[in-house]
């Protein structure tokens, strides 16, 4: 594995398009798959997390023709038991989505992950599908589920349940698995998550009302394709090159058509919130062309100061956290991010891994438990020094090292950066095209 070194140092500038978001590019596929019609998926991102989507949807039996950034969906009533085990690569919510739509499919499908997702927790999402009437196996280890996992679904029943964990991917596999059961589902959340199945399952017909913290569908009507879907940009993606503007004098960027789902915004909402130049102008009527909100986000450098992020606002930024953390580093004050304990169930522990480098840059960063919460307390010195960092194997710490590297004195090393290509695999080209304009 080659080390990416950055030395050269440059002052991003101009406009930029980014990839469709994953997450809705997720939705997407799978509602279309079991939808009545054609779907054409416009600005479809293509990264190891779609694609591994996208072949498990084929290994059901479902077509998919791919063209130039989209794809066409012929939906189908009803999935083939695949020939072989279908493979997930790291993609958790392919993985976790997946399984609701298996608890509805009367066979047995057997389910193999990557290195990193056969490490991640999943009785999280297999408790409520076995109450939903799902029969699954997985490998057990010190009282947790982890893949690879054996589904064998039908004849389900919808339930009543409240989230013990704040998870989208967890939520939206109930109500997938609610969309084929018997009786309304009805799922609770303890904190409201990304609601992008919701809208999506609205969009193609389903009966599913939403009151607050509670989520109610129906399975009464089946599923109709819209016909086509515009996926906007992706906001996480976004957020690594607005810190990057943020915290690097003289930058001024605009990234165009990105996602500003309230449920996904609560990077911008604490940057802003720290000071940062950022300013939102949605898109309205006919410029949006999908039911998801996008807009344009102009970014300017600027003194950033200390915030505190409140457990209730982890959800809308909880992939954001790493570069967040960058940012406070910068800022002037204590930046305190409580409850951020979720971070550590991602592709890595995020805490971990965002902590080791931070602090081999001399940041000045602790942990603090208080109670069940744990808390991330980062005092910005103003600056970070180039040193050798570790990606982990984990995209979203490569990316925020990469905006830390960037904005430190002296050069970095990070040692294996490739595991970009899970989300967002134009990074680089990104920085380049802003370095250039
Ligand atoms: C996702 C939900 C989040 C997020 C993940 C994508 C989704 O996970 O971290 O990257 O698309 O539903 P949880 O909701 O499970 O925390």
């Not at 809705?24 to 939808?35: D, F, M």
């Not at 791919?66 to 072989?84: A, C, F, S």
């Not at 193609?204 to 607050?212: D, E, P, R």
């Not at 996926?231 to 690594?240: M, N, Q, R, V, Y």
Request: aromatic letters at 4%; hydrophobic letters at 45%.
């Amino acid at each position: 594995m080659k080390p990416f070194v950055v030395k050269d140092k440059f002052i991003p500038c101009g406009r930029i398009s980014l990839i469709g978001d994953k997450s809705i590019a997720h939705r997407a596929l799978i509602i279309s798959a079991l939808s009545r019609g054609k779907t054409i998926i416009k600005n479809f991102p293509v990264h190891d997390d779609s694609l591994a989507t996208l072949s498990v949807l084929t290994a059901l039996g479902v077509r998919i023709t791919r063209g130039d950034e989209q794809v066409l969906v012929w939906g189908t009533q009803g999935l083939r038991k695949p020939r072989k085990p279908i493979f997930v690569n790291n993609s958790g919510t392919t993985l976790r989505l997946i399984l609701g739509v298996l608890a509805g499919a009367g066979f047995k499908t057997k389910v193999i992950a990557g290195k990193y997702l056969s490490a991640r927790p999943m009785a999280r999402v297999n408790k409520p599908l076995r109450l939903m009437g799902a029969k699954i196996t997985a490998k057990d280890r010190g009282g947790e589920e982890y893949p690879p996992l054996v589904i064998s679904g039908g004849n389900l029943k919808g339930i009543v349940y409240r989230l013990p964990v704040a998870s989208a991917q967890v939520k939206s596999a109930i109500l997938l698995a609610g969309l084929s059961a018997l009786g309304k589902t009805r799922v609770i959340e303890c904190i409201s998550t990304r609601d992008h199945t919701e809208r999506m399952l609205k969009a193609f017909g389903a009966n599913i009302t939403v009151n607050k913290n509670s989520i109610t569908l129906r399975p009464d009507r089946g599923l109709t394709s819209p016909g086509q879907i515009q996926i906007p940009g992706d906001i996480s993606s976004a957020a690594f090159l607005a810190v990057l503007a943020i915290i690097i004098p003289g930058s001024k960027i605009v990234i165009e058509r990105v996602s500003l789902n309230p449920s996904r915004c609560g990077i911008i909402n604490i940057l802003k919130r720290m000071g940062a130049k950022i300013k939102v102008v949605p898109f309205k009527g006919d410029e949006l062309q999908s039911f998801e909100p996008m807009g344009n986000l102009t970014v300017i450098s600027g003194k950033l100061k200390a915030t505190v992020v409140n457990p209730s606002e982890i959800p809308s930024l909880i992939d954001e956290i790493p570069v967040l953390m960058v940012a406070a580093c910068f800022a002037e004050g204590r930046t305190i991010i409580k409850g951020a304990g979720e971070l550590r169930f991602k592709e890595t522990d995020r805490i971990n891994s965002m902590v080791v480098n931070l602090k081999s840059m001399q940041a000045d960063i602790r942990l603090i438990k208080s109670g069940d919460l744990e808390n991330i307390v980062i005092k910005g010195k103003g600056f970070l020094n180039g040193t050798k960092l570790k990606s982990f194997g984990d995209h979203r710490t490569a990316m925020s090292m990469v905006v830390a590297a960037l904005a430190a004195k002296g050069s970095s090393r990070l040692d294996y950066i490739s595991c970009i290509s899970k989300s967002f695999p134009s990074f680089l080209t990104a920085l380049n095209t802003l370095l250039r304009s």
